[in-house]
């Protein structure tokens, strides 16, 4: 028998009944919290992503303001786009798909984003905030979503032993830390990592964010312990799948699936942040802890 599956949509409609109560109350004010959308060309994945987005945002009452650009968009064009969202006082959250093109120095680009207005953890000023509890800006949404799952499903972090696989700024390095500040005893498990499947077995909670299908198998699961799995690969059958198999996922106590799991909160994550910046931006009115 497999164990409990943690699907994302109940986390996302729970989400959702709290943030149309949290807009409708800033429309009352006058306030539509507004998410800027900048996408360079129409990638599939960015195009999706929007389009889900969109969905939510329009389901919750946000509105969402595109700024779509050619794939041989200059920098400083670039940068003009989000000098106007910075200055723009009706625009609360920005949004922007990457990988950049070739040329496009990401960093620069990420970084000319005010943080108040990022709400996807793309700004150092962000990332510091993650990673010290202080400062501006919000969590990388993926990263954020984890913990929403987590919480959601009562699934106790404190004094916990968790383990991430993976160690990017997207997801794996935010996640740790959002877990430790959830008083977990974080690892963090990558590339020159010996013997990770030991480290996981021992774990409470697993975080799996490589990028590779089927990377951890069933010597990687604790029979006792809960895994969240944030792979999107596709398979060689061309069916979606995760870091993690599902027949191996099953062993658990509790695991997010792949597709619907992760991924469904993303969305209502990032439109909370947006709100929350909304918030932020009226005078007197702090934002929701």
């Given at each position: 028998?497999?164990?409990?599956?943690?699907?994302?949509?109940?986390?996302?409609?729970?989400?959702?009944?709290?943030?149309?109560?949290?807009?409708?109350?800033?429309?009352?004010?006058?306030?539509?919290?507004?998410?800027?959308?900048?996408?360079?060309?129409?990638?599939?994945?960015?195009?999706?992503?929007?389009?889900?987005?969109?969905?939510?945002?329009?389901?919750?009452?946000?509105?969402?303001?595109?700024?779509?650009?050619?794939?041989?968009?200059?920098?400083?064009?670039?940068?003009?786009?989000?000098?106007?969202?910075?200055?723009?006082?009706?625009?609360?959250?920005?949004?922007?798909?990457?990988?950049?093109?070739?040329?496009?120095?990401?960093?620069?680009?990420?970084?000319?984003?005010?943080?108040?207005?990022?709400?996807?953890?793309?700004?150092?000023?962000?990332?510091?905030?993650?990673?010290?509890?202080?400062?501006?800006?919000?969590?990388?949404?993926?990263?954020?979503?984890?913990?929403?799952?987590?919480?959601?499903?009562?699934?106790?972090?404190?004094?916990?032993?968790?383990?991430?696989?993976?160690?990017?700024?997207?997801?794996g390095k935010p996640v740790a830390m959002m877990l430790l500040g959830?008083?977990?005893?974080?690892?963090?498990?990558?590339?020159?990592?010996?013997?990770?499947?030991?480290?996981?077995?021992?774990?409470?909670?697993?975080?799996?964010?490589?990028?590779?299908?089927?990377?951890?198998?069933?010597?990687?699961?604790?029979?006792?312990?809960?895994?969240?799995?944030?792979?999107?690969?596709?398979?060689?059958?061309?069916?979606?799948?995760?870091?993690?198999?599902?027949?191996?996922?099953?062993?658990?106590?509790?695991?997010?699936?792949?597709?619907?799991?992760?991924?469904?909160?993303?969305?209502?994550?990032?439109?909370?942040?947006?709100?929350?910046?909304?918030?932020?931006?009226?005078?007197?009115?702090?934002?929701?802890?």
């Amino acid at each position: 028998m497999g164990g409990v599956i943690l699907y994302g949509k109940n986390v996302a409609d729970a989400m959702e009944n709290e943030l149309r109560d949290d807009a409708a109350a800033l429309a009352r004010r006058g306030v539509t919290p507004t998410l800027a959308i900048i996408r360079i060309g129409e990638r599939g994945g960015d195009m999706a992503y929007e389009r889900g987005a969109m969905k939510r945002c329009d389901l919750i009452g946000v509105n969402v303001r595109r700024f779509v650009l050619p794939p041989d968009v200059l920098e400083s064009e670039l940068l003009g786009v989000t000098d106007k969202i910075n200055r723009d006082d009706e625009i609360h959250g920005c949004l922007i798909f990457r990988p950049l093109p070739k040329g496009i120095n990401e960093s620069r680009i990420c970084n000319s984003l005010a943080p108040e207005k990022d709400v996807d953890g793309i700004t150092e000023e962000s990332l510091y905030g993650v990673f010290t509890g202080f400062g501006h800006g919000y969590p990388p949404c993926t990263a954020q979503a984890c913990i929403e799952i987590l919480t959601h499903y009562g699934i106790d972090i404190a004094g916990k032993k968790a383990v991430v696989i993976g160690r990017s700024l997207v997801i794996g390095k935010p996640v740790a830390m959002m877990l430790l500040g959830k008083n977990a005893t974080v690892t963090i498990c990558h590339s020159k990592t010996e013997d990770p499947a030991e480290q996981c077995r021992a774990a409470d909670i697993v975080v799996v964010a490589a990028g590779r299908a089927g990377l951890a198998d069933a010597r990687f699961i604790n029979p006792g312990g809960v895994v969240i799995d944030v792979g999107v690969n596709v398979d060689d059958n061309g069916h979606i799948c995760g870091d993690v198999r599902k027949e191996d996922a099953e062993r658990a106590k509790a695991y997010s699936p792949v597709p619907g799991g992760v991924g469904a909160v993303t969305t209502s994550v990032l439109v909370k942040h947006v709100i929350d910046a909304a918030r932020k931006a009226q005078p007197d009115t702090p934002g929701r802890p």
